[in-house]
């Protein structure tokens, strides 16, 4: 099982999305930040390391909002999401992939991972 800490970096109804390797698993697919725990590594240090890699920000607060267990044909994801209520920098591609803010309005016309469905929803939810 692969273990996945995942961002939700909200500015008021927009939410930061990352679009994934078009070579990679889901690849083209947009997807909300975030990266593997590594072993030995909390949740929230995985958050804050994969967020300053990915987008350059500095987490300092960040609450816990669900965990998804997925199961891929090819593999099987958990998911430990978390909503980052405090950061310093402004998000952006850092490692080259294509990034932007996405009105939570809008988050069912683009297309995510079967993983993230459940975090679309919970989104759309809570700020619609």
């Given amino acids: 099982m692969i273990h996945v800490a995942v ?45 300053n890699e990915e987008l350059g920000i ?21 998911l430990d999401v978390w909503q980052i209520a405090r950061y310093r920098g402004e998000p952006s591609g850092c490692e080259g992939q294509p990034v932007k803010w996405l009105a939570i309005n809008e988050l ?8 993230n469905q459940a975090i679309v929803d919970w989104l759309v939810r809570q700020f619609s």
């Fill in 58 to 78: 500095f987490v300092d607060y960040a609450e816990p909002v669900m965990q998804i267990k997925h199961d891929y044909t090819d593999k099987i994801v958990l």
């Fill in 7 to 51: 961002g939700l970096v909200l500015d008021n109804d927009r939410v930061f999305v990352a679009q994934r390797d078009q070579n990679a698993h889901q690849g083209g697919l947009w997807e909300f930040p975030g990266g593997k725990v590594d072993v030995g590594e909390t949740v929230e240090a995985a958050l804050s390391r994969e967020l």
């Fill in 108 to 115: 069912l016309a683009e297309q995510f991972p079967a993983a």
